[in-house]
């Protein structure tokens, strides 16, 4: 069996003995589950440890697989230069992932930093495993900005590449929320521990399906790093019956850490966690269908048909006259999983009327949303619309003026100009409203602004 296990492993570099050093005992339930993972992996003597971390080189829309033969590291960043590592790549497992990936068009691989120290996230699981083992190589990889069914992907992907000469684990390195206590490094939200019960509930069981169902506000707002990382072990461990065994969970600095392993049985095709999640969410996506409305309907119908015939849904018979006999601006925003996916609009009216409009902004949101890569028709039947048909702008002189519930939000500065729609998840406080519509125009938070408000007539479907 060349697949052997995956664990599940915080790094904060407290719990090293020479940096922590009585400190470091507040946190003995996390020690301890992390000598036995140690010592588990030294039984199974893996000749290459696969380790996902969050604290390499990171980008938005790539896979970074560290590159080079091997890599050096110490924690003099945290006062104990004398902790050293000196580690070899498996640079023939890193080749075949970056050939594979550039022949199926994957966006994983070498490409970008050349980066060779390692970071706090690989050399705190290889503190504990130096201790009992060293004869393995590994190869060191990074999240991304995609959403987690693509890392789980990634997972299933690097499987696949395993020799079945060849014994390996997974190291999935990564905290949980960062916001459990006030004296925290983030301080404290309710979200945090939340998270942490979203996340430690899904590790226990084993049904790592869950951990799709955890939303991006819920992530931002508890304060994680590590959820991704958990999900590309998961995925690597796809088509296996497993034994698990949850070790350890605890925050006694206010960062959440949970420690488990989970070692592979027996092949078994039916357990596909993403699987498992995608006919889930389709059978959701369906029941919603069924409750669109036709501003929501004419969104969906004009992407569907751009998307698969590469040209502009002609404007449907029989629309309600309010979409035909109303010219008003348009946003339309797509979700796929629960995560923003495109969003485009206008600020003022430019066609003939708000069906239009929707046709045109429906368009754009999927195909020409510059921080997106443009939707391809496997994704349709995953996608969520929210249509928002806006009232003139009004100009303000104050925030005193605004409500993030009632009011969109427009800044202008020159030629700059940003938009923000009202009652959006993660936004709670005009201040960020500003700060964030500023952000998207490319305005600094201390130059002063013009302010203009708006209402929306906003369609959606909303979960029962």
Known sequence: MSILAGYVVPHPPIIVDEVG??????????????????QDIAKLKPDTIIISTPHSTLYRDYFHVSPGLNATGNLSQFGAGDVSFDVDYNSDLIKAISDQAHHNNLEIGTLGSRQSQLDHGSMVPLYFINQYYKDYNIVRISPSGFDLLKHYEIGKFIQALIPSSQNVVWVASGD????????????FAKEGPQLDQAITKALKSGQFERLFDISPTLRDKGGECGLSSFVMMSGFLDGYQLKHDFLSYEGPFGVGYAVAMYHTKQKDSSIQYDERYE???????????????????LARQSLEYFTKHHKQLPRPDNLPKAMINTKS???????????LRGCVGKTRPTLECVADEIIDSAISAGHHDYRFPKIKEKELPYLEYKVDVLYPPEPITSIEDLDVEQYGLIVRQGHKSGLLLPNLEGIDTVEEQVRIAKQKAGIKDNQKVDLERFKVIRHEVKDK
């Open 21 to 38: 050093q009585e400190k470091r005992l507040e946190a003995q339930q996390t020690i301890d589950a992390y000598h036995q993972v140690a």
């Open 176 to 187: 949980l929320s960062h916001k459990l206590k006030e004296t925290g490094p983030y301080g």
């Open 279 to 297: 006919k889930k969410n389709r059978s959701e996506m369906n029941t919603k269908k069924e409750t669109e409305d036709p501003y929501i309907n």
């Open 329 to 339: 601006s348009v946003f339309v925003t797509l979700f796929k999983h629960s995560q």
